[in-house]
Protein backbone atom coordinates (compact mmCIF):
# COMPACT_ATOMS: atom_id res chain seq x y z
CA UNK A 1 0.00 0.00 0.00
CA UNK A 2 2.69 2.37 0.88
CA UNK A 3 4.82 1.35 -2.05
CA UNK A 4 1.52 2.70 -4.11
CA UNK A 5 0.94 5.77 -2.47
CA UNK A 6 5.06 6.86 -3.30
CA UNK A 7 4.71 5.31 -6.92
CA UNK A 8 1.68 7.66 -7.20
CA UNK A 9 3.09 10.60 -5.74
CA UNK A 10 6.35 10.25 -8.11
CA UNK A 11 4.19 10.32 -11.28
CA UNK A 12 2.60 13.62 -9.72
CA UNK A 13 5.73 15.27 -9.29
CA UNK A 14 6.83 14.66 -13.00
CA UNK A 15 3.79 15.69 -14.24
CA UNK A 16 4.26 18.97 -12.98
CA UNK A 17 7.42 19.25 -13.63
CA UNK A 18 6.75 18.66 -17.24
CA UNK A 19 3.70 21.14 -17.29
CA UNK A 20 6.61 23.83 -16.04
CA UNK A 21 8.95 22.77 -18.90
CA UNK A 22 6.05 22.98 -21.29
CA UNK A 23 4.94 26.23 -20.48
CA UNK A 24 8.63 27.69 -20.32
CA UNK A 25 9.00 26.50 -23.76
CA UNK A 26 7.74 28.65 -27.26
CA UNK A 27 4.42 27.40 -28.80
CA UNK A 28 4.20 27.04 -32.68
CA UNK A 29 1.36 29.75 -31.83
CA UNK A 30 4.16 31.93 -30.41
CA UNK A 31 7.22 31.65 -33.07
CA UNK A 32 4.46 32.98 -36.07
CA UNK A 33 3.81 36.19 -34.22
CA UNK A 34 5.27 38.60 -36.35
CA UNK A 35 8.78 40.59 -35.12
CA UNK A 36 8.16 44.42 -35.80
CA UNK A 37 10.92 46.81 -36.53
CA UNK A 38 11.41 50.25 -34.40
CA UNK A 39 7.97 52.32 -35.20
CA UNK A 40 9.90 55.64 -35.53
CA UNK A 41 13.26 55.64 -37.62
CA UNK A 42 16.02 57.18 -35.46
CA UNK A 43 16.97 59.58 -37.98
CA UNK A 44 16.05 61.60 -41.34
CA UNK A 45 17.71 60.17 -44.68
CA UNK A 46 18.69 63.27 -46.26
CA UNK A 47 19.72 63.49 -50.29
CA UNK A 48 21.37 67.19 -51.71
CA UNK A 49 21.77 67.91 -55.09
CA UNK A 50 23.18 70.92 -56.92
CA UNK A 51 20.09 71.56 -59.26
CA UNK A 52 16.74 73.05 -57.89
CA UNK A 53 14.34 70.51 -58.34
CA UNK A 54 15.40 67.44 -57.33
CA UNK A 55 16.90 65.37 -60.47
CA UNK A 56 19.91 63.58 -61.77
CA UNK A 57 22.66 62.21 -59.76
CA UNK A 58 22.97 63.71 -56.07
CA UNK A 59 25.90 65.00 -54.59
CA UNK A 60 26.06 63.55 -51.57
CA UNK A 61 23.58 61.32 -49.05
CA UNK A 62 23.35 61.34 -45.14
CA UNK A 63 21.45 60.43 -41.87
CA UNK A 64 20.22 63.75 -39.52
CA UNK A 65 18.56 63.02 -36.21
CA UNK A 66 17.38 66.72 -37.14
CA UNK A 67 15.81 69.12 -39.53
CA UNK A 68 16.71 72.39 -38.19
CA UNK A 69 19.34 74.08 -40.87
CA UNK A 70 20.29 77.49 -41.21
CA UNK A 71 23.54 77.65 -43.43
CA UNK A 72 23.20 81.80 -44.13
CA UNK A 73 25.05 82.18 -47.37
CA UNK A 74 26.78 78.93 -47.35
CA UNK A 75 26.68 75.19 -48.09
CA UNK A 76 25.34 71.88 -46.74
CA UNK A 77 28.40 70.36 -47.15
CA UNK A 78 31.80 70.85 -49.61
CA UNK A 79 30.34 69.37 -52.13
CA UNK A 80 26.76 71.06 -52.40
CA UNK A 81 26.58 74.71 -53.85
CA UNK A 82 25.85 77.08 -51.62
CA UNK A 83 22.93 78.32 -54.35
CA UNK A 84 20.76 76.59 -56.86
CA UNK A 85 20.63 73.42 -54.57
CA UNK A 86 18.01 71.24 -53.54
CA UNK A 87 17.06 68.67 -50.85
CA UNK A 88 14.91 66.10 -49.96
CA UNK A 89 14.77 64.47 -46.21
CA UNK A 90 12.06 61.38 -45.70
CA UNK A 91 11.50 59.43 -41.91
CA UNK A 92 8.82 57.16 -41.20
CA UNK A 93 7.68 58.09 -37.82
CA UNK A 94 4.82 56.42 -35.95
CA UNK A 95 1.98 58.37 -34.41
CA UNK A 96 -0.74 57.69 -31.74
CA UNK A 97 -4.40 58.76 -33.35
CA UNK A 98 -4.77 62.03 -32.45
CA UNK A 99 -4.67 65.98 -33.71
CA UNK A 100 -1.17 67.19 -34.65
CA UNK A 101 0.48 70.22 -36.10
CA UNK A 102 2.63 70.03 -38.90
CA UNK A 103 5.28 73.37 -39.39
CA UNK A 104 7.83 73.57 -41.95
CA UNK A 105 10.09 77.02 -42.48
CA UNK A 106 12.20 77.70 -45.61
CA UNK A 107 14.19 80.03 -47.80
CA UNK A 108 13.53 79.61 -50.02
CA UNK A 109 10.98 76.98 -51.04
CA UNK A 110 9.50 74.76 -49.18
CA UNK A 111 6.89 71.60 -49.01
CA UNK A 112 5.77 68.39 -46.94
CA UNK A 113 4.41 65.05 -48.17
CA UNK A 114 2.76 62.58 -45.92
CA UNK A 115 2.13 59.49 -47.25
CA UNK A 116 2.59 60.60 -50.37
CA UNK A 117 -0.14 64.04 -49.80
CA UNK A 118 0.76 67.37 -50.01
CA UNK A 119 0.46 68.79 -46.61
CA UNK A 120 2.16 72.31 -46.83
CA UNK A 121 3.28 73.89 -49.92
CA UNK A 122 5.75 76.86 -50.06
CA UNK A 123 7.30 75.76 -53.44
CA UNK A 124 8.27 79.63 -54.61
CA UNK A 125 11.33 82.16 -54.21
CA UNK A 126 10.56 83.65 -50.51
CA UNK A 127 12.50 85.09 -47.47
CA UNK A 128 12.29 83.14 -44.11
CA UNK A 129 8.73 82.54 -44.50
CA UNK A 130 6.80 79.47 -42.08
CA UNK A 131 4.22 77.29 -43.33
CA UNK A 132 1.61 75.18 -40.80
CA UNK A 133 -1.33 72.96 -41.10
CA UNK A 134 -2.92 71.19 -38.33
CA UNK A 135 -4.40 67.82 -39.12
CA UNK A 136 -6.15 64.69 -37.55
CA UNK A 137 -3.68 61.48 -37.90
CA UNK A 138 -4.58 57.80 -37.42
CA UNK A 139 -2.57 55.77 -35.16
CA UNK A 140 0.27 53.95 -37.03
CA UNK A 141 3.51 54.88 -39.16
CA UNK A 142 3.66 57.39 -41.76
CA UNK A 143 5.99 58.28 -43.95
CA UNK A 144 6.96 61.74 -44.14
CA UNK A 145 8.58 63.71 -46.77
CA UNK A 146 10.39 67.21 -46.75
CA UNK A 147 11.41 69.00 -49.62
CA UNK A 148 13.66 72.12 -50.24
CA UNK A 149 15.59 74.40 -52.94
CA UNK A 150 17.61 77.47 -52.65
CA UNK A 151 18.10 79.77 -55.22
CA UNK A 152 20.12 82.44 -53.82
CA UNK A 153 21.15 84.55 -50.66
CA UNK A 154 20.34 82.74 -47.62
CA UNK A 155 19.65 79.12 -47.16
CA UNK A 156 17.06 78.06 -44.13
CA UNK A 157 14.81 75.05 -43.60
CA UNK A 158 13.16 73.24 -40.60
CA UNK A 159 10.71 71.27 -39.71
CA UNK A 160 8.50 70.67 -36.63
CA UNK A 161 5.51 68.20 -35.67
CA UNK A 162 3.73 68.87 -32.50
CA UNK A 163 1.52 66.92 -30.76
CA UNK A 164 -1.81 69.20 -29.97
CA UNK A 165 -4.14 66.15 -28.92
CA UNK A 166 -3.91 62.20 -28.68
CA UNK A 167 -7.22 60.22 -29.20
CA UNK A 168 -8.48 57.77 -26.03
CA UNK A 169 -7.37 54.33 -25.81
CA UNK A 170 -9.55 52.67 -27.29
CA UNK A 171 -11.53 55.69 -29.50
CA UNK A 172 -12.49 55.72 -32.49
CA UNK A 173 -9.68 56.07 -35.50
CA UNK A 174 -9.74 59.60 -36.57
CA UNK A 175 -9.56 59.99 -40.64
CA UNK A 176 -6.70 62.44 -41.90
CA UNK A 177 -8.61 65.93 -43.02
CA UNK A 178 -7.73 69.37 -42.50
CA UNK A 179 -8.74 70.42 -39.26
CA UNK A 180 -11.28 73.57 -38.34
CA UNK A 181 -7.93 76.05 -38.24
CA UNK A 182 -8.17 76.66 -41.60
CA UNK A 183 -12.20 74.98 -41.42
CA UNK A 184 -13.01 72.19 -42.78
CA UNK A 185 -13.66 72.96 -46.76
CA UNK A 186 -10.53 75.56 -46.98
CA UNK A 187 -8.57 75.29 -50.06
CA UNK A 188 -5.44 74.23 -50.24
CA UNK A 189 -2.32 75.96 -52.30
CA UNK A 190 -1.73 75.01 -55.73
CA UNK A 191 2.17 74.27 -56.80
CA UNK A 192 2.86 76.97 -59.22
CA UNK A 193 4.88 80.41 -59.22
CA UNK A 194 2.56 83.30 -58.26
CA UNK A 195 2.05 86.21 -61.21
CA UNK A 196 2.27 89.85 -60.44
CA UNK A 197 -0.04 91.15 -62.85
CA UNK A 198 -3.41 89.63 -64.19
CA UNK A 199 -3.03 88.20 -67.75
CA UNK A 200 -5.94 89.79 -69.98
CA UNK A 201 -7.41 88.12 -73.03
CA UNK A 202 -9.92 89.92 -74.85
CA UNK A 203 -12.42 88.81 -77.76
CA UNK A 204 -14.33 90.74 -80.00
CA UNK A 205 -17.43 88.30 -79.16
CA UNK A 206 -19.85 88.08 -75.88
CA UNK A 207 -18.53 84.52 -75.47
CA UNK A 208 -14.68 84.06 -75.32
CA UNK A 209 -14.39 82.39 -77.89
CA UNK A 210 -11.84 81.78 -81.03
CA UNK A 211 -8.37 84.32 -80.67
CA UNK A 212 -8.01 86.78 -78.44
CA UNK A 213 -7.61 90.43 -79.75
CA UNK A 214 -5.54 91.52 -77.26
CA UNK A 215 -3.16 89.80 -74.70
CA UNK A 216 -1.65 92.03 -72.35
CA UNK A 217 -0.83 92.63 -68.55
CA UNK A 218 -3.37 94.19 -66.17
CA UNK A 219 -2.01 95.35 -62.84
CA UNK A 220 -5.63 95.48 -61.43
CA UNK A 221 -9.28 94.43 -62.67
CA UNK A 222 -10.63 98.00 -62.32
CA UNK A 223 -12.14 99.31 -65.54
CA UNK A 224 -15.02 101.55 -65.99
CA UNK A 225 -14.95 102.02 -69.97
CA UNK A 226 -18.25 103.60 -70.41
CA UNK A 227 -19.18 103.59 -73.83
CA UNK A 228 -16.39 103.14 -74.87
CA UNK A 229 -13.74 100.39 -75.86
CA UNK A 230 -10.67 98.77 -73.64
CA UNK A 231 -8.69 99.06 -76.62
CA UNK A 232 -9.88 101.74 -79.27
CA UNK A 233 -9.45 100.72 -82.93
CA UNK A 234 -9.09 97.07 -81.86
CA UNK A 235 -11.80 95.86 -79.22
CA UNK A 236 -15.78 96.41 -79.89
CA UNK A 237 -16.89 99.01 -77.97
CA UNK A 238 -19.97 96.44 -77.75
CA UNK A 239 -19.98 92.72 -77.37
CA UNK A 240 -17.09 91.80 -76.22
CA UNK A 241 -15.34 89.71 -73.37
CA UNK A 242 -12.47 89.33 -71.49
CA UNK A 243 -10.80 86.21 -69.46
CA UNK A 244 -8.38 87.69 -66.32
CA UNK A 245 -6.63 84.81 -64.89
CA UNK A 246 -3.68 85.09 -62.06
CA UNK A 247 -2.03 83.21 -59.39
CA UNK A 248 -1.74 85.18 -56.36
CA UNK A 249 -0.32 84.58 -52.97
CA UNK A 250 -3.06 84.19 -50.12
CA UNK A 251 -2.33 84.47 -46.12
CA UNK A 252 -3.89 81.35 -44.56
CA UNK A 253 -7.54 83.32 -43.58
CA UNK A 254 -11.09 84.13 -44.94
CA UNK A 255 -10.82 86.17 -47.67
CA UNK A 256 -13.61 87.94 -49.40
CA UNK A 257 -14.14 87.83 -53.25
CA UNK A 258 -16.27 91.01 -54.58
CA UNK A 259 -17.33 91.70 -57.76
CA UNK A 260 -19.14 94.34 -59.69
CA UNK A 261 -19.63 94.57 -63.17
CA UNK A 262 -21.53 95.39 -66.62
CA UNK A 263 -22.65 93.30 -67.63
CA UNK A 264 -21.94 89.49 -66.88
CA UNK A 265 -19.50 87.82 -64.22
CA UNK A 266 -18.13 84.29 -63.50
CA UNK A 267 -15.40 83.89 -61.16
CA UNK A 268 -13.51 81.13 -60.43
CA UNK A 269 -10.85 80.05 -57.38
CA UNK A 270 -8.39 77.24 -58.09
CA UNK A 271 -10.80 75.98 -60.61
CA UNK A 272 -14.58 75.93 -58.48
CA UNK A 273 -17.02 78.54 -59.93
CA UNK A 274 -17.63 80.28 -56.83
CA UNK A 275 -19.40 83.41 -58.35
CA UNK A 276 -22.20 82.55 -61.92
CA UNK A 277 -23.97 85.60 -62.78
CA UNK A 278 -23.76 85.41 -66.87
CA UNK A 279 -26.10 87.60 -68.05
CA UNK A 280 -26.78 91.37 -68.75
CA UNK A 281 -27.09 93.78 -65.52
CA UNK A 282 -26.54 97.49 -64.87
CA UNK A 283 -23.43 97.54 -62.38
CA UNK A 284 -24.57 94.99 -59.69
CA UNK A 285 -22.24 93.62 -57.12
CA UNK A 286 -21.52 89.73 -55.96
CA UNK A 287 -19.48 88.45 -53.19
CA UNK A 288 -18.61 85.42 -51.38
CA UNK A 289 -16.17 84.10 -48.89
CA UNK A 290 -13.58 81.38 -48.96
CA UNK A 291 -11.31 80.14 -46.96
CA UNK A 292 -8.15 79.61 -48.25
CA UNK A 293 -4.87 77.87 -46.97
CA UNK A 294 -1.38 80.05 -47.00
CA UNK A 295 0.43 79.97 -50.39
CA UNK A 296 -0.73 80.50 -53.94
CA UNK A 297 -4.41 80.24 -55.73
CA UNK A 298 -5.20 80.14 -59.31
CA UNK A 299 -8.00 83.27 -59.94
CA UNK A 300 -9.83 83.19 -63.14
CA UNK A 301 -12.48 85.89 -64.12
CA UNK A 302 -14.87 85.67 -67.01
CA UNK A 303 -16.87 88.81 -68.86
CA UNK A 304 -18.40 90.26 -71.32
CA UNK A 305 -20.31 93.45 -72.06
CA UNK A 306 -23.52 93.63 -74.67
CA UNK A 307 -23.95 97.51 -75.06
CA UNK A 308 -24.26 100.38 -73.27
CA UNK A 309 -21.83 100.67 -70.53
CA UNK A 310 -18.95 98.22 -69.42
CA UNK A 311 -17.37 98.00 -66.12
CA UNK A 312 -15.83 95.30 -64.32
CA UNK A 313 -14.37 95.66 -61.13
CA UNK A 314 -12.50 92.93 -59.08
CA UNK A 315 -12.26 92.95 -55.45
CA UNK A 316 -10.30 90.56 -52.95
CA UNK A 317 -9.88 91.37 -49.21
CA UNK A 318 -9.10 89.73 -46.39
CA UNK A 319 -12.53 89.47 -44.09
CA UNK A 320 -10.54 89.22 -41.27
CA UNK A 321 -7.01 90.40 -41.05
CA UNK A 322 -6.83 94.70 -42.09
CA UNK A 323 -3.35 95.09 -41.73
CA UNK A 324 0.08 94.06 -41.10
CA UNK A 325 3.98 94.55 -41.49
CA UNK A 326 6.35 93.19 -43.24
CA UNK A 327 10.22 93.41 -43.52
CA UNK A 328 12.52 94.43 -46.23
CA UNK A 329 16.09 92.89 -47.01
CA UNK A 330 18.82 94.91 -48.83
CA UNK A 331 22.01 96.05 -49.09
CA UNK A 332 23.80 98.98 -49.16
CA UNK A 333 27.21 100.43 -48.72
CA UNK A 334 28.10 101.09 -45.45
CA UNK A 335 28.23 104.42 -43.62
CA UNK A 336 30.82 105.61 -42.71
CA UNK A 337 33.11 105.47 -44.63
CA UNK A 338 30.19 105.95 -47.69
CA UNK A 339 27.50 108.56 -47.97
CA UNK A 340 25.03 105.66 -48.35
CA UNK A 341 21.31 105.04 -47.69
CA UNK A 342 18.11 103.30 -48.36
CA UNK A 343 14.73 105.38 -49.10
CA UNK A 344 11.38 103.82 -49.21
CA UNK A 345 8.55 105.00 -50.33
CA UNK A 346 4.45 104.39 -49.96
CA UNK A 347 1.61 105.39 -52.08
CA UNK A 348 -1.35 107.30 -50.06
CA UNK A 349 -4.99 106.76 -50.99
CA UNK A 350 -4.75 109.22 -54.02
CA UNK A 351 -1.95 107.18 -55.65
CA UNK A 352 0.72 109.64 -55.04
CA UNK A 353 4.16 108.02 -53.64
CA UNK A 354 5.52 109.84 -50.07
CA UNK A 355 8.21 109.07 -48.26
CA UNK A 356 7.19 105.55 -45.56
CA UNK A 357 10.25 106.47 -43.56
CA UNK A 358 11.14 110.21 -43.72
CA UNK A 359 14.63 109.88 -43.51
CA UNK A 360 17.38 107.52 -45.76
CA UNK A 361 18.05 104.24 -43.30
CA UNK A 362 21.98 103.30 -43.76
CA UNK A 363 23.98 100.45 -43.03
CA UNK A 364 26.58 99.70 -40.41
CA UNK A 365 27.58 96.06 -41.58
CA UNK A 366 30.24 96.24 -43.45
CA UNK A 367 29.05 93.93 -45.92
CA UNK A 368 26.12 96.44 -46.39
CA UNK A 369 23.48 94.48 -45.09
CA UNK A 370 20.48 95.91 -44.05
CA UNK A 371 16.82 94.91 -42.51
CA UNK A 372 14.42 97.40 -42.05
CA UNK A 373 11.10 95.99 -40.22
CA UNK A 374 7.73 96.96 -39.04
CA UNK A 375 6.63 98.26 -42.86
CA UNK A 376 2.98 98.72 -42.69
CA UNK A 377 1.23 96.30 -45.45
CA UNK A 378 -2.61 97.23 -45.82
CA UNK A 379 -3.97 93.86 -46.28
CA UNK A 380 -7.84 94.42 -46.49
CA UNK A 381 -6.64 96.68 -49.54
CA UNK A 382 -3.66 94.51 -51.35
CA UNK A 383 -4.55 90.83 -49.92
CA UNK A 384 -1.55 88.64 -49.94
CA UNK A 385 0.13 89.70 -52.97
CA UNK A 386 1.36 92.43 -50.58
CA UNK A 387 1.68 96.42 -50.56
CA UNK A 388 3.20 98.06 -53.60
CA UNK A 389 6.63 100.29 -52.25
CA UNK A 390 9.34 101.82 -53.78
CA UNK A 391 12.82 101.69 -52.87
CA UNK A 392 15.65 103.62 -53.17
CA UNK A 393 19.46 102.47 -52.91
CA UNK A 394 21.50 106.78 -52.83
CA UNK A 395 24.96 106.78 -52.92
CA UNK A 396 27.02 109.47 -53.55
CA UNK A 397 23.99 111.53 -53.90
CA UNK A 398 22.98 109.76 -56.71
CA UNK A 399 20.68 106.74 -57.52
CA UNK A 400 22.70 103.62 -57.78
CA UNK A 401 19.66 100.93 -57.62
CA UNK A 402 15.79 101.34 -57.47
CA UNK A 403 12.72 99.20 -57.51
CA UNK A 404 9.11 99.83 -57.70
CA UNK A 405 7.89 102.85 -59.26
CA UNK A 406 6.08 101.23 -62.15
CA UNK A 407 5.12 104.96 -63.37
CA UNK A 408 8.90 105.00 -64.29
CA UNK A 409 9.32 102.06 -66.09
CA UNK A 410 10.85 100.42 -62.95
CA UNK A 411 9.40 96.79 -61.70
CA UNK A 412 7.17 96.18 -59.49
CA UNK A 413 8.08 95.32 -55.83
CA UNK A 414 5.25 94.65 -52.88
CA UNK A 415 6.39 94.54 -49.32
CA UNK A 416 4.07 91.17 -47.74
CA UNK A 417 3.11 90.86 -44.39
CA UNK A 418 4.65 89.24 -41.99
CA UNK A 419 7.60 87.98 -44.23
CA UNK A 420 11.01 89.15 -45.22
CA UNK A 421 11.40 90.84 -48.63
CA UNK A 422 14.68 91.26 -50.80
CA UNK A 423 15.26 93.72 -53.11
CA UNK A 424 16.73 92.43 -56.54
CA UNK A 425 20.18 93.79 -55.60
CA UNK A 426 21.80 91.87 -52.55
CA UNK A 427 25.36 92.15 -50.85
CA UNK A 428 27.55 90.30 -53.21
CA UNK A 429 27.04 86.33 -51.49
Same mark, same amino acid.
Given at each position: ??????????????????????????????????????????????????????????????????????????????????????????????????????????????????????????????????????????????????????????????????????????????????????????????????????????????????? &??? !????? @??? #????? *?? +???????????????????????????????????????????????????????????????????????????????????????????????????????????????????????????????? &??? !????? @??? #????? *?? +??????????????????????????????????????????????????????
Amino acid at each position: MNNNRTALLFFAIAALLCAGWAALLPTTARAEEPVNAAATEPAWRAVYWNNRDLSGQPAFFRDETTLDHNWGFGSPDASVDSNNFSARWTRIIDLPAGRYRFSVTGDDGVRVYVNDQLFLNGWWDHGVRTFTTDRDMPGGQHEVRVEFYERSGAAVVKFALDTISVAPPGSATPTPNPTSVPPPGSKPPIAAPESGTWKGEYFNNEDLSGA &PVV !VRDDS @AID #FDWDH *GS +PQAGVINDDHFSVRWSRNIYFQGSLWRFKTTTDDGVRLWVDGDLVIDQWRTMRNESFETKIWLDEGVHAVRMDYFDRTGNASALLEITNDIISSGVGNLITCVPPNPPNYAWIRVYRKDSSGNWYRAI &PRG !VGSIE @ASG #FLKID *GL +PVDIARFGGAGEPYWIEQWVDNKVANAVGNTDQGQAEFRIRASADNYTPWGCGH
